[in-house]
T-cell receptor, first 110, second 114 residues
């Protein structure tokens, strides 16, 4: 599984878009990019995933660069409840083996 | 979120005790997972079950013994644990095959070994 690199922490003002970057320069052709978040002391929550194309759902948008070496998770209108650790994971959809790193701690401020 | 439930939510046990953690998923998935999250550390995958067969065992000590009697239930049997086993134990499920990376987690069991 490819290793991912994320900033340790980020701040975002409430109501503004939060853009969380992730580098995955060693991602292989069959690996997806997954995003999860974990609010303090709760189980991780699946957000979104993608292979090559940009994806959007009710929670967020995922922008993947054309060379697939990096991606950005966008929370369009961050709220205080979006404060969490966000994990970017590159992994195969078949194995279900997700390797969690340290993630990015996003602090949304009023 | 009630798709994946875990009991108990909190557990305190001595090193000589035997206890079990229970996980139940109501999502119709056929793959289930146990993860361990120690303080200040990333989640570590412990076990993976697909169609009730264990397909992954990440060098977990034998004092942790998983059991998957059917696709909806997963247990983690604990015996003679060490204080360093204190952690948040998380269960997850997914649709096997193409959905394997889209996992749904339970709230976890906070385990303290005294």
């Amino acid at each position: 599984d490819a290793k991912t690199t994320q900033p340790t922490s980020m701040d975002c003002a409430e109501g503004r878009a939060a853009n969380l970057p992730c580098n995955h320069s060693t991602i292989s052709g069959n690996e997806y990019v997954y995003w999860y978040r974990q609010i303090h002391s709760q189980g991780p929550q699946y957000i979104i995933h993608g292979l090559k194309n940009n994806e959007t759902n009710e929670m967020a948008s995922l922008i993947i660069t054309e060379d697939r070496k990096s991606s950005t998770l966008i929370l369009p209108h961050a709220t205080l409840r979006d404060t969490a650790v966000y994990y970017c994971i590159a992994g195969s959809s078949n194995t279900g083996k997700l390797i969690f790193g340290q993630g990015t701690t996003l602090q949304v401020k009023p | 979120e009630t798709g994946v439930t875990q009991t108990p939510r909190h557990l305190v046990m001595g090193m000589t005790n035997k206890k079990s953690l229970k996980c139940e998923q109501h999502l119709g998935h056929n793959a289930m997972y146990w993860y361990k999250q120690s303080a200040k550390k990333p989640l570590e995958l412990m076990f993976v079950y697909s169609l009730e067969e264990r397909v992954e065992n990440n060098s977990v000590p034998s004092r942790f013994s998983p059991e998957c009697p059917n696709s909806s239930h997963l247990f983690l049997h604990l015996h003679t644990l060490q204080p360093e086993d204190s952690a948040l134990y998380l269960c997850a499920s997914s649709q096997d095959g193409a959905g394997g990376g889209e996992q749904y987690f339970g709230p976890g069991t906070r385990l303290t070994v005294t």
